[in-house]
């Protein structure tokens, strides 16, 4: 029998600790901005940035920095480029007045470490809500995993989901910024390949670990699961789910966070109409996929 008290307090738990990584994101990030917009040129020092897609804390690293040119949002600045591991020397540059001035670079956090970042952070936190699953006895099919649900149908209709959500994201975001708010770009530059090998990568390892995440810990335990073993109302459990996912994007800026909120209604909406996460695994994965090729490519 399932200890549905338990499941609920440990998962309550890991969004809460999900939560406070994204806050220390967010922080890392406008940091990092702040000390770019008050550089105003571009011979100013390269500030260094450190943050995943959604919810990671700085990390250490000896790599060249990745670039930052635009404000900060899963989606930022002029494209980050991937450069060979190992620090630049200092520069010397004239002075208006004609004497001269040294640039010492930072270490920071490259396109690649945050690939990393991404999938080991994620990718445990995953592992650690199916070993919470398991020992609370929580079933699959709670999920929205029962064997019906895995089937070439659900990945059709995840792929036509996804296509259908990504066009309302676009419109959302141009609606948004017809009102003076910034899209969410940064973040998306940052994590953006520059090469093929970086484009297979990103789009057959990054991508899929998030989406696979996101939507188990958002609409598999948060809907699925907690209506499952709670007598709740599915609406109560969609909003609540969403508005977390939309706070878990914080680094996203405002604009991002509101975007990714609307994107989690029609996420959670799809979730209980099919009852299938693969549907929604599906779907995720299109939206991020098509937000980096329709914008990233070039």
């Given at each position: 029998?399932?200890?549905?008290?338990?499941?609920?307090?440990?998962?309550?738990?890991?969004?809460?600790?999900?939560l406070?990584?994204?806050?220390?994101?967010?922080?890392?990030?406008?940091?990092?901005?702040?000390?770019?917009?008050?550089?105003?040129?571009?011979?100013?020092?390269?500030?260094?940035?450190?943050?995943?897609?959604?919810?990671?804390?700085?990390?250490?690293?000896?790599?060249?920095?990745?670039?930052?040119?635009?404000?900060?949002?899963?989606?930022?600045?002029?494209?980050?480029?991937?450069?060979?591991?190992?620090?630049?020397?200092?520069?010397?540059?004239?002075?208006?007045?004609?004497?001269?001035?040294?640039?010492?670079?930072?270490?920071?956090?490259?396109?690649?470490?945050?690939?990393?970042?991404?999938?080991?952070?994620?990718?445990?936190?995953?592992?650690?809500?199916?070993?919470?699953?398991?020992?609370?006895?929580?079933?699959?099919?709670?999920?929205?995993?029962?064997?019906?649900?895995?089937?070439?149908?659900?990945v059709?209709?995840?792929?036509?989901?996804?296509?259908?959500?990504?066009?309302?994201?676009?419109l959302?975001?141009?609606?948004?910024g017809?009102?003076?708010?910034?899209?969410?770009?940064?973040?998306?530059?940052?994590?953006?390949?520059?090469?093929?090998?970086?484009?297979?990568?990103?789009?057959?390892?990054?991508?899929?670990?998030?989406?696979v995440?996101?939507?188990?810990?958002?609409?598999?335990?948060?809907?699925?699961?907690?209506?499952?073993?709670?007598?709740?109302?599915?609406?109560?459990?969609v909003?609540?789910?969403?508005?977390?996912?939309?706070?878990?994007h914080?680094?996203?800026?405002?604009?991002?966070m509101?975007?990714?909120?609307?994107?989690?209604?029609?996420?959670?909406?799809?979730?209980?109409?099919s009852?299938?996460?693969?549907?929604?695994?599906?779907?995720?994965?299109?939206?991020?996929?098509?937000?980096?090729?329709?914008?990233?490519?070039?």
């Amino acid at each position: 029998m399932a200890s549905w008290d338990l499941f609920l307090i440990t998962v309550s738990a890991l969004v809460g600790i999900l939560l406070v990584l994204t806050h220390i994101s967010t922080q890392v990030l406008q940091e990092a901005v702040g000390s770019a917009s008050q550089s105003g040129t571009a011979d100013s020092q390269p500030v260094s940035r450190t943050a995943d897609s959604n919810y990671l804390p700085a990390a250490e690293t000896q790599e060249t920095p990745v670039g930052l040119d635009d404000p900060v949002p899963p989606e930022m600045g002029d494209s980050a480029t991937e450069q060979p591991s190992h620090t630049q020397p200092p520069t010397t540059r004239p002075s208006a007045g004609g004497s001269t001035r040294t640039d010492q670079p930072e270490l920071s956090l490259t396109t690649r470490s945050l690939w990393a970042n991404v999938v080991f952070t994620q990718g445990l936190f995953g592992l650690l809500l199916a070993v919470i699953a398991w020992q609370t006895g929580v079933p699959a099919a709670a999920f929205g995993l029962a064997l019906e649900a895995l089937s070439a149908t659900a990945v059709a209709s995840g792929l036509a989901v996804g296509v259908a959500l990504y066009g309302l994201s676009e419109l959302s975001v141009r609606g948004l910024g017809r009102l003076g708010t910034e899209p969410p770009t940064a973040l998306r530059e940052a994590l953006a390949a520059e090469t093929p090998g970086g484009w297979a990568v990103l789009l057959l390892v990054v991508l899929p670990v998030i989406a696979v995440f996101e939507e188990l810990l958002f609409r598999g335990a948060m809907i699925g699961a907690l209506s499952v073993g709670f007598d709740l109302p599915v609406w109560l459990l969609v909003i609540v789910s969403s508005v977390t996912f939309g706070l878990g994007h914080s680094a996203q800026g405002r604009t991002g966070m509101v975007v990714t909120g609307l994107l989690g209604v029609g996420l959670a909406g799809v979730f209980v109409w099919s009852e299938s996460l693969v549907v929604v695994i599906v779907a995720h994965y299109v939206i991020n996929a098509l937000e980096f090729v329709v914008h990233e490519r070039g």
